[in-house]
């Protein structure tokens, strides 16, 4: 069993910053897939970032590129998503998720994963 916390979401300008934070508790986590999902209101839920834990390969949507990237402290067992340069299309709910299959981070398909944090909130207005 797996269990994902997240936090610092918050309100930001457009064009400013902010880190999300995962702290990850489980057993056999350095060979999981971690990711960052997200969801507007009246939208699917969509994969935005992840990572493979065994070796540290990330892959982005590509509407994020460049923007967001993916700092760990093993540590702390947590996986942050730092979002730059924020856009009025990134606000929503940012969901933490896990995987024991660490293919399922890959750079064309967003599976479902296995367990998900409760999420958390990004809004970006001026």
């Known amino acids: 069993q797996v269990q994902l916390v997240e936090s610092g979401g918050g309100l930001v300008q457009p064009g400013g910053s902010l880190r999300l934070s995962c702290t990850a508790s489980?057993?056999?986590?350095?060979?999981?897939?971690i990711a960052w999902f997200r969801q507007a209101p009246g939208k699917k839920r969509e994969g935005v970032s992840c990572i493979r834990l065994r070796d540290g390969t990330t892959y982005h949507k590509d509407s994020v590129k460049g923007r967001f990237t993916l700092p760990r402290d093993n540590a702390k067992n947590t996986i942050s998503l730092q979002m730059n340069s924020l856009k009025p299309e990134d606000p929503a709910v940012y969901y933490c998720a896990a995987d024991p299959f660490f293919y399922y981070c890959s750079p064309h398909e967003w599976p479902e994963y296995d367990y998900y944090g409760p999420g958390t909130q990004v809004t970006v207005s001026s």
């Open positions: 489980g057993d056999g986590l350095e060979n999981y897939a």
